[in-house]
Every structure is written in structure tokens, then in C-alpha cells.
């Protein structure tokens, strides 16, 4: 089994894993890279798309499915799978992050989508594919593909000690892909969900709070210390997100849902509230928070950020002309996360996507089987058997 390692890799955006045995060839996810232009924006397939027999989407963030148009205009012709939750909000991740021409030409292709529901087992030529619930946002899944001599865990983006999501074990692999998008940062979500809260507290004349729609919204939510209002063209999202409940935790949606209902709407035309406003996306480059956060900028109004924040988004440079505060809410692996999802997995080699060179360097020092040199563009075979 090879893998290609076409985006995430050494960088964060732009995920993508080809997975190839014998005559089979499938794609796991397909991301652009905020921040990016050109070739650096897509993954790093060369030439054309058509041998591809599958592609798998993990969830609907602009860094897993933002290229599904563009792979489209490269030939791409099999079936597209992904959970209902994903197919639902991808439109509006390409809607936003897709090449206006690509989109015209290949918009969502909704007639192609093969729908299932995490921790299914699906079959493409010799490959099974198991998935399960990645604890990242509602429908979110991880894959595990099997050729029957070697298996390969991709983790996607996952939450192993999220306050609101529930994720499933990752299975004994021979190769795991970790998210190393927070490299060994040993604050875990708790912890930061109580400075959130404090910070809130301290502000109690109202700020804005940039948030993804799907995922990290839900965590917020959770954290709050009292009441806060919401952009109201989030509302419909977040209570179909509560209403997932199978992705989230026992007892999570009845709190979420309780406020939720107590939650204002707030829209643009409204003065900046006296309460904490969540409005999506997180960083400034598109939805209602595109134009808030010069809004809240110029009138003084307290920003917290709590989200990856690509070097020049609104939400960056905000950040570093001190206008903005950023404490993150964990919505990928913290150190001890990692490291138990890889010792779950019976210690095997492993990558990690979504992070720079030296976040890995620093993660490595914990998990000694990291693979470090790995970039987007290179090859890697898949050890065989050494962890049935
Ligand atoms: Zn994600």
C-alpha cells in the first residue's frame, strides 16, 4: 500500500492522502489552503484525476473539501462519500473558498454523493474502508483503510477530549496519520474552555467572538459563562448541529438547546450588543464575522479569537496590532490527546498533517515513532503487518 501525500503535510491547508493497492486508488479529502494562490492552493496531484476510484470526505471545512470543484475540473468522474451532515454544509464551504469558475462550471455535485453514517464499513475493489465519529464537528468522521496485508488510519481532524462531541477509538493500524495541528501544546480543553470563560467574564460590556460555524460554535457554547447572543444567521446551522445527537455527548443537547432558545439574534444592523456575540467564520474571511471584526476594530469592541488564524486573514492581523486577545479552543489533538489516540493504536509509525515542520519536531520528542521529513508531494509506503 503507498500512500501520496498530496496537502497538509509540513503546512497546514490543502489535506489530502491518495491511498493506492494493487489497482485500486482512492482519494481521502480534498482541501484548499487559506492563504495560498496557484498551484499551492489545491492539492499536489499531477496531471489528471480520473484514475481516482473514490473520494472520502471527513467533514465540510474549507481545508478537507474546498477543492472538490476544482478536482472535478481535473477529471475527477467516481463517487463521492461522505455523511449527510457534510453534504449538507459543504455547498457553503465551496460557495466560499471555491474558485468562482471551477464552481460555475462543477458546482456541488449532489446527484454523486454516496451517503453514510459514521462508523460504517465500506468496500472499494480490495480496500475496506472503516469510519468513525472524529469528535470535531457534527458528522465528522476519521478513515481506516485496509488492503488485507496493511491498514492506514487517517485521522482527519478529531477532538479525543472534546466537552461536547463524542469520538470514536481510532483501530490498530500499521500507519496512522495524526491531526498534529497543534503540535505538543499541553493545555487541554478544559483548561482552556475555563480561560475562555474567565476572559468573558472580565468583559461584561459585550465582544465578539469569531467562530466556525460547525464545531467549534458548539464548544463556545458550552464554555460560556452566562448569557451571549448569536449572529442570527446561525441559528438554523447550530440547532441542526444539536440535533445531530448521535455526535454529541450524553446530555449535551438538552444543555445546548436550552441556550440556544435563550440566546438572542443579533443581525447587522443592530448597535454591538452588551453580551458576548458569536458569528462565524473564525478568522475574519468570510460570513457576518468578514464584517464585524473591522466593525468591533473600530469601535473598540473586545475580540476574542480562539481559532487557527492564517498569516494575513483579518483575524491575524487584528491579532497583531493588539486590537484582538486569542485563547484557542481546542478543536484538534492536544499533547495528551495525541498521544493517547496513537497508543490506542498500538504505538505504530506515524505522520502528522495540518502543522508545521517544527510543531512535529515538538511532538516527536512524545511520540517517537513520528515521521518528521514527510512533505506534501512525497510517497510513502505503508509497513505491512507490523501491527495487526
Ligand atoms: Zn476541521
Partial sequence: MMLDLLGGFGEKGRTSVAVSSGGDRILLDAGIRVGASGPAYYPALEGSAADIDALFISHAHE??????????????????????????????????????????????????????????????GNLTISTGRSGHVVGGVWFAVDDGDSRVAYSADVVPDSN??????????????????????????????????????????????????????????AALPGPFAIHAS??????????????????????????????????????????????????????????????????GYPVLLTGHLPAGSPGDLLHAAGRADWVRMPTHPTLSGNVGIWEKAGRPAALGHSCAPDLLDELKSHIPSLLTNYRTGQRIAVPQGSNP
Avoid at 98 to 123: N, T, V
Fill in 164 to 221: 461536547v462531541f463524542v469520538m470514536d477509538r481510532i483501530p490498530n493500524c500499521d500507519l496512522l496519520i495524526l491531526d498534529a495541528s497543534y503540535g505538543a501544546d499541553p493545555i487541554a480543553g478544559a483548561a482552556r474552555a475555563r480561560q475562555i470563560s474567565e476572559w468573558v467574564a472580565r468583559h461584561p460590556q459585550g465582544c465578539l467572538l469569531p467562530t466556525p460555524l460547525s464545531g467549534r460554535s458548539l464548544e463556545l457554547i
Fill in 234 to 299: 446561525m441559528r438554523s446551522s447550530l440547532q441542526a448541529q444539536i440535533d445531530a445527537s448521535a455526535s454529541l455527548l450524553p446530555g449535551v443537547p438538552g444543555i445546548l438547546r436550552h441556550r440556544l432558545a435563550e440566546a438572542p439574534d443579533w443581525t447587522d444592523v443592530d448597535p454591538l450588543p452588551a453580551l458576548p456575540l458569536l458569528a462565524d467564520d473564525g478568522m475574519g474571511e468570510a460570513g457576518p464575522s468578514s464584517r464585524l471584526l473591522p466593525r468591533a476594530g473600530e469601535a
Fill in 63 to 124: 481545508d478537507h473539501v474546498g477543492a472538490l470543484s476544482w478536482l472535478l475540473s481535473r477529471g475527477y468522474a467516481g463517487p463521492i462519500f461522505m455523511t449527510a451532515e457534510t453534504r449538507d454544509e459543504a455547498p457553503a464551504t465551496l460557495a466560499a473558498y471555491a474558485d468562482a469558475g471551477d464552481l460555475s462550471r462543477f458546482p456541488f455535485p449532489g446527484d454523486r454523493i454516496e451517503l453514510f453514517e459514521p462508523g460504517d464499513m465500506l468496500k472499494i
